[in-house]
């Protein structure tokens, strides 16, 4: 058995994909992360499983999506009790032990040109529910403060008109589907319309995509809602 390689996760807050030079922005001084993708693989082609960040990094590192223990704010974090994987990719690079169930799902054979696609649709979601008044991210105040860096959504978000409820997407390469709790869904055509400015939900043309979108979406949910610790109680280990 080969000896297993040590990895490096970078994690910067706030970079977007056109932040860096390689990928087309030439006002970008990028000269580190132009020369690891040079050397490696860059893929201009991702999502995040929620538009938050703290959320976000909680679902890659543990592999659950964001609904599975409720990190759907930047004041819920993981915990001790709550499994650290990072990535399946950096499970199976390092030949680490499987110790929960996850939804993560390994680059390697796609590396290796075994696969020439990852995922058929990606999912993400987002916000909070009428009366979920701990979910709002105000900064530990009643009412956010306007000299705050994140003082537009926080005052959104304080707000009682629901700007930020619960909402889902469901996205593949041609379609867009967005069903959200308190507002108007939402459906998006690339081919027609690659920037998402024309919302096509109530169009008869697209009823039986949109149909399937949702069948989709509900499948999604059944498979990942929750999961069951590896590790069984205790007491189960008692013979009666």
Request: with cysteine; glycine share 6%; charged share 30%.
């Amino acid at each position: 058995m080969g000896k297993r390689p040590n990895i490096i996760i970078i994690n910067p807050d706030q970079m977007r994909a056109d932040s860096m030079r390689h990928l087309g922005n030439n006002a970008a001084v990028t000269p580190s992360l132009d020369q690891l993708a040079k050397e490696g693989v860059s893929f201009s082609k991702a999502f995040c499983q929620n538009p938050v960040c703290t959320p976000s990094r909680c679902s890659f590192m543990s592999g659950w999506y964001p609904h599975v223990a409720g990190h759907r704010t930047m004041n819920h974090m993981m915990h001790s009790n709550e499994p650290v994987l990072f990535y399946a990719t950096v499970e199976e690079i390092a030949r680490l032990p499987k110790s929960h169930t996850h939804f993560g799902k390994s680059l390697v054979p796609f590396l290796n040109n075994k696969e020439e696609k990852i995922r058929d649709e990606v999912f993400c979601e987002g916000g909070f529910r009428k009366g979920e008044n701990h979910c709002k991210e105000t900064g530990g105040q009643e009412k956010p403060l306007p000299t705050g860096l994140y003082y537009p959504r926080q005052f959104l978000q304080a707000s009682d008109e629901m700007f930020n409820g619960k909402a889902v997407m469901i996205r593949t390469k041609e379609y867009k589907y967005i069903r959200r709790l308190y507002e108007e869904d939402e459906f998006y055509d690339f081919k027609k319309d690659s920037i998402e400015v024309k919302n096509e939900i109530d169009n008869p043309e697209y009823k039986e995509l949109i149909m399937e979108m949702k069948e989709r979406l509900l499948t999604h949910y059944q498979d990942t809602c929750d999961v069951v610790p590896f590790k069984k109680d205790r007491r189960m280990d008692l013979h009666l």
